[in-house]
């Protein structure tokens, strides 16, 4: 029990003594106090009862030893008798010691600066911007400094002046709220002085640009931790006479030079880093943009949890016009985010993604990121404020604390629940600053050593059971978070319904909810609200809509989520609003409508791509606009504009648009069920779209270096599919396999070749990853000779050679797949003639190398299949699964080829077949492996159809599993028969397998 008193009438001994004081090791505290340093104070009781009410009276004791040491002599008797004199810095000081390591090792770095905590004045209690910028300044300038060493001394300026805001914190001065606004304040003027240093640095820079520093997050709310990234975004302008490249240029290495002060790591430690993350683009984006290239961005492109980031956003270093210029800009993009398509399940979406994210073994200590921990509060304020805030100007406050206050005042929250959230929040946000003041690290993350969490319970005035209250406390208040989360979260919007006015969808609100239910919609109010949108008003548009909608609703509710139909067919709407052929194509086509329905209801990759170029919705009226276009079309159409531009990046972005024009016909005409007589038509349509864009692509990347070698390329290049490309069996989720060969052309050097052809290889790469809105098309090189090790570009005779002498069975059934695809066509034919005596051996294949095979499928069983998977449902790696069929007919080709010519193809169920004809597999087995490889396959477009990524299960969502069934022809309800068919036939494939390929294996090497 802590603070425990010795019985009375006993004389307790000194160890019993300090314990009662709070030590939990007296013999090293006994020792401490002997210290001769510590002179006549070591036993004054007014420091013992100073150092028992410490968090760790143990480290304040040797914390305060380290100072006394480190004092010069005759600085040390001030010290000493200040410490018995002035409770103001006694507590100050020793309460500082108790509950930061980090800041005693500071001290004994810096003994002098223990004369900050003298001063306990008003205009010291709170200090501001103007303040901090004044001390750190003071540091850093008023001294004789090189330019070298003004970023050490900003270091241990900012150091200081954490001191004494660790100070008022513990000592209790300073609210948690206070404390938030002084780091952010100190944040503030430290990147002020940090950016002067850098202008000091490069000053042709600081001449040739107006430089704005945008403070984000915490930072940007006045709400800052002790130890946390500080967000930021560079805005800049070009000075007069000067380019904007060259500004932007100079911007960019000021704000590189003040990242850098503020996030170095030296002897004195970091200060904190400056994450300008939240720029557009992320990390792929400049560093530094003009105000109208944000709004461009901002204006067509950002997401909606880029908006919610902005909410946060001030000025905070730098050009103060430009820095205000830029919020009043982006205000008012910010207070519509509420109006986007799919705000509030966004939201939503980004809060469970973050949950998602943490280390299972970590989510019950997670103060910050975890269920009912701060991001719950922060995330749940920020939405109320997005929604009601577009119309009413009070709720806009960047601190959550004083937002949730506006929403209370406004009726937007109740009292009650206001209060109760203030007040956790307050409690969970000194347990956070608690932790992190400890050793001044960045975590989130409650300790589990009992030590630890005594010092943590004890310096939230937790005394009596230190570890047992806080861990009630903290539970209490996550319980009430989570409550209170889950009620604003996701609630807000719903009470919108009750202010609409009736009749504006045909239906009152409540009658409207009541059909809305009945046709199976999971939420009636956003669907209603969706109505309202589209339908209100007395426009032509609003009037064909009214005429649409019934219909619509129902064929939504024909689907596995009606909701999201009902919604993308609002984001299409009001993207095409203004075109007037729109409405009238779904009012006069009723296929159009229908089509567009099933599509926007059918998952998020079809929608994704439609609403990336929203008039792709006149392909679903055209009377062919759903059959895929052939690689020589696309190839057609793709040269009339390579003959057009010669440059590369607009080349290959025009490539990539086609690409995702013709992905959204090849995934509408399957969700449409235009597939069903000839599944495989996916497959071939996929490869055509990506064999054109790679060719493009190929010619793009010539362009691009063809005048590093005088104009002329010194070789012939050819890109050869492997894999699935190569079999004309992509998934929608496909990388795109590939070896690349060249030769060079007659007389040319034989290295300037090569270098060209990598040059060539690699800027084809580069281009088709550029980052763009549209979807990326990913090349995999790793089947190459000595894969990623290999080079990536070989002669002909390289191949030849490597194949000679190295090549191993694998390669050899790797090449089964090997097509010509994009290039040279007779260097293509020619390296087809180099491999096929390798894939097609006259001899067949050895019991040694048919054993090999076996192994390798074995081994790739045991060690590939992803940890917790379902063996009996992975599509590619599982029981009767994509790999178990392809294994064994390509172990069938590598056999028999060299006698049955029709083996020869890179097609999976193309060999089959030839399989089944020639004899060498039985009807009833060729059947059996069709009829598993067919259908592990459409789940697998059906799980990317749905969820808008790849994925070899079935989805653990109950919504998107429903969306797979419902690819698949399975009604609602019948989810279980839909696992159980997969099971049974690819149990019956898996039989075939056993005796086809490992002809039950007599050497082990099966299963």
């Known amino acids: 029990m802590e603070g425990h008193r010795a019985p ?10 300090l314990l009662r004081y709070g030590f939990t090791d007296p013999q090293a505290a006994a020792r401490l106090l002997d210290t001769p340093e510590l002179g006549p104070v070591h036993s004054d009781p007014v420091l013992l009862a100073a150092l028992s009410a410490t968090a760790d009276p143990d480290l304040a004791l040797t914390g305060l030893v380290r100072l006394v040491e480190a004092l010069a002599p005759a600085d040390r008797q001030p010290l000493l008798d200040t410490l018995v004199t002035a409770k103001p810095l006694r507590d100050r000081l020793l309460g500082v010691l108790g509950a930061s390591a980090a800041l ?39 001294r004789a400094l090189t330019l070298a060493e003004r970023p050490g001394a900003l270091r241990v300026a900012y150091r200081g002046c954490l001191l004494a805001i660790a100070a008022r914190d513990v000592c209790g001065t300073s609210t948690v709220t206070q404390t938030a606004a002084e780091l952010a304040d100190l944040a503030t003027a430290t990147l002020r002085v940090a950016l002067d240093i ?28 002790y130890v946390s990234d500080v967000d930021v975004v560079f805005v800049a302008e070009p000075r007069q006479g000067v380019s904007e490249a060259a500004a932007m240029q100079a911007a960019t290495r000021m704000a590189s030079a003040m990242m850098r002060i503020c996030s170095d790591t030296t002897p004195e430690g970091t200060i904190w880093p400056v994450d300008a993350n939240l720029r557009p683009e992320g990390r792929n984006g400049p560093l530094v943009r003009t105000l109208s290239s944000y709004l461009a961005y901002y204006r067509r492109w950002a997401k909606t949890w880029e908006f919610q980031a902005l909410l946060k956003a001030r000025p905070v270093a730098g050009d103060e016009a430009l820095g205000q210029s830029f919020m009043a800009a982006v205000a ?194 956003a669907a209603l609200r969706h109505l309202q949108a589209l339908a209100s008003g007395v426009s032509r548009s609003a009037a064909i809509q ?106 290959v972005a025009f490539a990539r648009g086609v690409r995702r024009r013709e992905l959204f016909r090849t995934a509408a005409a399957d969700v449409t069920g235009r597939f069903e007589d000839d599944p495989g038509t996916v497959g071939r349509a996929l490869t055509d779209i990506n064999a054109a864009t790679l060719a493009t692509a190929l010619v793009a990347a010539g362009n691009a270096v063809r005048q590093e070698f005088g104009g002329t390329l010194p070789t012939r290049l050819a890109v050869i599919a492997m894999g699935r490309f190569g079999g004309r069996e992509l998934s929608y989720g496909s990388d795109a396999d590939v070896l690349f060969v060249h030769e060079p052309v007659d007389g040319a050097d034989p290295d300037a070749a090569t270098r060209a052809a990598l040059r060539q290889a690699n800027e084809m790469r580069r281009l088709l990853q550029v980052p763009s809105a549209d979807p990326p098309l990913l090349i995999d090189a790793d089947l190459r000779p000595e894969g990623r090790q290999g080079a990536l570009v070989r002669t002909l005779a390289s191949y030849a050679a490597y194949y000679r002498r190295w090549s191993k069975t694998w390669e ?63 599509t590619k790696l599982g029981r009767g699964g994509l790999s178990d069929v392809e294994w064994t007919v390509q172990l069938t080709q590598l056999q028999h080829a060299r006698e049955h010519p029709s083996l020869r193809t890179t097609g999976t ?38 969820r808008g990524r790849p994925g070899d299960t079935f989805p653990a969502d109950a919504r998107e599993l429903a969306g797979v069934a419902r690819y698949l022809d399975y009604e609602p309800g019948h989810l279980g028969e839909l696992l159980d068919e997969y099971r049974r036939t690819t149990r019956r494939a898996r039989a075939v397998v056993d005796r086809l390929f490992y002809d039950w294996a007599p050497d082990g090497a099966g299963p």
């Open 198 to 225: 850098a202008a000091e640095t490069e000053p042709h820079d600081a001449h040739a640009c107006a430089l704005a520093v945008i403070g984000m997050g915490k930072c940007g709310g006045r709400e800052l931790n």
């Open 332 to 525: 008012p993009l910010v207070w519509k985010a509420s109006e986007r398509e799919n705000f509030v399940p966004d939201v939503r979406q980004m809060r469970r993604r973050v949950v998602q994210n943490i280390p299972p073994g970590q989510v019950e200590r997670e103060l910050k990121l975890g269920p009912g921990g701060l991001r719950d509060v922060e995330f749940a304020v920020q939405m109320l404020q997005l929604v009601h805030g577009r119309g009413d100007a009070s709720l806009r406050s960047p601190t959550t604390l004083t937002a949730l206050r506006e929403l209370s005042d406004g009726g937007y929250v109740g009292r009650a629940d206001a209060a109760a959230l203030d007040s956790a929040y307050r409690f969970l946000r000194r347990m956070e600053h608690r932790i992190q003041l400890h050793r001044l690290r960045r975590t989130h993350l409650v300790p589990e050593d009992e030590a630890d969490l005594r010092r943590l319970g004890r310096s939230l005035g937790l005394r009596t059971e230190p570890v047992q209250e806080l861990r009630r406390e903290w539970r209490r208040y996550a319980v009430e978070v989570r409550r209170l989360h889950e009620k604003l979260f996701y609630r807000p919007l719903l009470d919108a319904v009750a202010r609409l006015a009736p009749g504006e969808t045909g239906l009152s609100p409540r009658a409207a909810l009541t059909r809305l239910e009945a046709l199976g919609y999971q939420d009636p109010a």
């Open 812 to 874: 050899r059934q790797a090449l089964l797949r090997a097509a010509p695809v994009a290039g040279d066509p007779e260097l293509g034919a020619r390296f087809v003639a180099l491999v096929d005596p390798l894939r097609y051996p006259a001899e067949g294949l050895s019991d040694d190398e048919v054993r090999e095979i076996r192994r390798l499928k074995a081994r790739m069983e045991n060690e590939r299949l992803p940890r917790g998977a379902d063996p009996t449902t992975h």
């Open 8 to 17: 009375q009438g006993r004389r307790s001994s000194p160890h019993s003594r």
């Open 546 to 651: 009214r005429t649409l909608l019934p219909v619509l609703l129902g064929w939504f509710a024909d689907s596995a989520d009606p909701d999201a139909g009902l919604l993308n067919f609002r984001r299409v709407s009001e993207a095409l609003g203004r075109t007037p052929w729109y409405l009238r194509l779904l009012r006069d086509e009723g296929a159009a409508a229908e089509n567009l329905a099933r599509v926007l209801s059918s998952g998020r990759l079809a929608p994704d791509l439609l609403l990336r170029a929203p008039e792709a919705v006149a392909l679903l009226g055209a009377p062919d606009g759903l059959r895929p276009q052939s690689r020589e079309t696309l190839e057609q159409e793709l040269g009339a504009v390579a003959g057009r531009t010669q440059d590369p990046e607009r080349l």
């Open 104 to 142: 005693g090792d500071h001290l004994a770095r810096h003994p002098e600066d223990w004369r900050t905590l003298l001063t306990y004045e008003v205009a010291d209690i709170h200090p501001g911007e103007t303040e901090f910028e004044r001390m750190l300044r003071d540091r850093v300038w008023h």
């Open 909 to 946: 169920r193309q060999a089959l077949a030839a399989a089944r004809d020639a004899g060498l597999v039985d009807e009833r087995d060729a059947a059996v492996l069709d009829e598993a490889w067919l259908l592990a396959t459409r789940v697998r477009n059906a799980v990317m159809l749905v």
